[in-house]
């Protein structure tokens, strides 16, 4: 049986012949598997290690993990055809741990912790980097030789701690007053699984302003017992300055409010709050945006001094766990003068690598000059923070007793001797410096 001239094949008996728009479906599901499948074989091969892979756990997400991709993790992957597996957490000193006790640990790690990391190094988890890193690219206080003499981790971004926050529109004598009064200060200790750590701050900040650098590094060494004069004095300065057991509504919003949400009142009518201690990174947010936030040294506002004696400082470290070949080569990218400068370009971070100049070519904001420069100040000596630099036992109850201390004050007494306890815990591993010079 011939088909008939000029028509479309005849169909086998009892089956129709398909129509063009069953004909395009089919060729979109065909499509569609081919894809998944690609997709399917890309997955296996990176499985099978066929395509060489470092994993990567930092604590950047959102906004900040987007700018990380873009500035340092995509331009590593084209130079070097190394696919980069990121995680970005923000409790990612509790999912290292959970990944380290489980054998998986990431290839390269970004702490905030030198204390963490001395533990780990402790303990054999980290890789020197020797060969890897030059030291004096960053300096000591920031690239920490250990016991050992080993350096284990270097800063990829680096922020300054010492100072508070305003609005442009708030004058001198405005903020001088305002800094004696509790209910002016943006205040809020929430973190999820590290609260409590801008109270920290604070604590640290007025020992390191009062007494200078040599008494703090002797108190973040843990050669300075929490109950002295000088510790104890810091606590009772910020009970005095913040509020703490007093306005039962202050208080309680200071310790409900996550830290990022601390300036929302800057930007409410009326004004909410006025003031707010913290680190170089908050001028991102928006309440300060829109305030056209600008900073001063805490020294002069809260103690009227007349110069800044030290800075407190902190980062975010970069350390090594496998020493693969191409975890050696992301190491090297991070440390290179064109990665960390990249952090400037958006007015995301500091550097402090020697190579990379502090934004004193007329680019960028004002106000991110002169952070930028007075990280690099040499004339005044940069302590790191010093609950970041303590062994994480230690770090964790500090900030919960700064929880505990801001409702209750009257609690100073039980909570110093219980840290001095704790202090004392033998093997735990405290870091030889955490200062660039001292007094």
Same mark, same amino acid.
């Given at each position: 049986? %011939?088909?008939?001239?000029?028509?479309?094949?005849?169909?086998?008996?009892?089956?129709?012949?398909?129509?063009?728009?069953?004909?395009?479906?089919?060729?979109?599901?065909?499509?569609?598997?081919?894809?998944?499948?690609?997709?399917?074989?890309?997955?296996?091969?990176?499985?099978?290690?066929?395509?060489?892979?470092? $994993?990567?756990?930092?604590?950047?997400?959102?906004?900040?993990?987007?700018?990380?991709?873009?500035?340092?993790?995509?331009?590593?992957?084209?130079?070097?055809?190394?696919?980069?597996?990121?995680?970005?957490?923000?409790?990612?000193?509790?999912?290292?741990?959970?990944?380290?006790?489980?054998?998986?640990?990431?290839?390269?790690?970004?702490?905030?912790?030198?204390?963490?990391?001395?533990?780990?190094?402790?303990?054999?988890?980290?890789?020197?980097?020797?060969?890897?890193?030059?030291?004096?690219?960053?300096?000591?206080?920031?690239?920490?030789?250990?016991?050992?003499?080993?350096?284990?981790?270097?800063?990829?971004?680096?922020?300054?701690?010492?100072?508070?926050?305003?609005?442009?529109?708030?004058?001198?004598?405005?903020?001088?007053?305002?800094?004696?009064?509790?209910?002016?200060?943006?205040?809020?200790?929430?973190?999820?699984?590290?609260?409590?750590?801008?109270?920290?701050?604070?604590?640290?900040?007025?020992?390191?302003?009062?007494?200078?650098?040599?008494?703090?590094?002797?108190?973040?060494?843990?050669?300075?017992?929490?109950?002295?004069?000088?510790?104890?004095?810091?606590?009772?300065?910020?009970?005095?300055?913040?509020?703490?057991?007093?306005?039962?509504?202050?208080?309680?919003?200071?310790?409900?409010?996550?830290?990022?949400?601390?300036?929302?009142?800057?930007?409410?009518?009326?004004?909410?709050?006025?003031?707010?201690?913290?680190? =170089?990174?908050?001028?991102?947010?928006?309440?300060?945006?829109?305030?056209?936030?600008?900073?001063?040294?805490?020294?002069?506002?809260?103690? %009227?001094?007349?110069?800044?004696?030290?800075?407190?400082?902190?980062?975010?470290?970069?350390?090594?766990?496998?020493?693969?070949?191409?975890?050696?080569?992301?190491?090297?990218?991070?440390?290179?003068?064109?990665?960390?400068?990249?952090? $400037?370009?958006?007015?995301?971070?500091?550097?402090?690598? %020697?190579?990379?100049?502090?934004?004193?070519?007329?680019?960028?904001?004002?106000?991110?000059? =002169?952070?930028?420069?007075?990280?690099?100040?040499?004339?005044?000596?940069?302590?790191?923070?010093? %609950?970041?630099?303590?062994?994480?036992?230690?770090?964790?109850?500090?900030?919960?007793?700064?929880?505990?201390?801001?409702?209750?004050?009257?609690?100073?007494?039980?909570?110093?001797?219980?840290?001095?306890?704790?202090?004392?815990?033998?093997?735990?591993?405290?870091?030889?410096?955490?200062?660039?010079?001292?007094?």
């Amino acid at each position: 049986m %011939s088909a008939h001239p000029g028509g479309p094949p005849a169909a086998a008996p009892g089956i129709r012949p398909r129509s063009p728009r069953r004909l395009a479906r089919t060729v979109t599901v065909v499509a569609s598997c081919l894809a998944l499948l690609a997709a399917a074989v890309v997955v296996g091969v990176r499985a099978l290690g066929q395509e060489p892979t470092v $994993t990567l756990l930092a604590n950047w997400t959102g906004e900040d993990e987007q700018h990380f991709r873009q500035a340092v993790i995509e331009p590593f992957e084209r130079k070097y055809h190394i696919h980069v597996d990121y995680q970005g957490s923000n409790a990612e000193s509790q999912v290292l741990g959970a990944d380290v006790e489980a054998g998986t640990p990431p290839d390269v790690v970004v702490l905030t912790g030198p204390g963490e990391l001395a533990e780990y190094a402790r303990q054999k988890h980290l890789v020197s980097l020797d060969g890897l890193v030059d030291r004096e690219d960053f300096g000591t206080s920031w690239a920490t030789p250990l016991a050992d003499g080993h350096v284990y981790w270097f800063p990829l971004k680096a922020d300054l701690k010492s100072i508070v926050w305003y609005p442009a529109d708030v004058g001198a004598r405005q903020r001088h007053q305002a800094a004696h009064r509790p209910d002016q200060w943006c205040l809020g200790m929430g973190s999820g699984a590290t609260s409590g750590w801008p109270g920290t701050d604070w604590i640290e900040d007025i020992l390191l302003q009062r007494y200078g650098p040599d008494v703090y590094e002797r108190w973040a060494r843990g050669d300075l017992p929490w109950q002295s004069k000088q510790v104890k004095e810091a606590w009772t300065t910020w009970r005095d300055l913040v509020g703490a057991g007093g306005d039962p509504d202050l208080v309680r919003r200071a310790l409900k409010t996550p830290y990022q949400s601390a300036s929302d009142p800057v930007a409410a009518t009326p004004r909410g709050c006025t003031l707010e201690h913290q680190a =170089s990174f908050i001028r991102n947010q928006p309440a300060w945006q829109h305030a056209d936030g600008r900073y001063a040294p805490s020294a002069q506002l809260i103690f %009227s001094a007349p110069t800044t004696r030290a800075w407190e400082v902190s980062g975010d470290l970069v350390a090594l766990l496998h020493d693969t070949p191409q975890a050696r080569k992301l190491i090297r990218h991070l440390a290179s003068a064109d990665v960390q400068r990249a952090w $400037t370009a958006e007015e995301s971070g500091f550097s402090v690598h %020697s190579g990379v100049g502090p934004a004193s070519d007329g680019s960028g904001s004002a106000w991110h000059r =002169s952070l930028a420069l007075a990280l690099r100040d040499e004339r005044t000596a940069h302590c790191f923070d010093a %609950s970041d630099a303590m062994p994480p036992a230690v770090r964790d109850a500090f900030a919960e007793a700064a929880i505990e201390f801001l409702a209750h004050p009257d609690h100073l007494g039980t909570l110093l001797r219980s840290l001095d306890t704790l202090s004392d815990t033998r093997g735990l591993t405290w870091l030889p410096s955490v200062c660039d010079r001292t007094s």
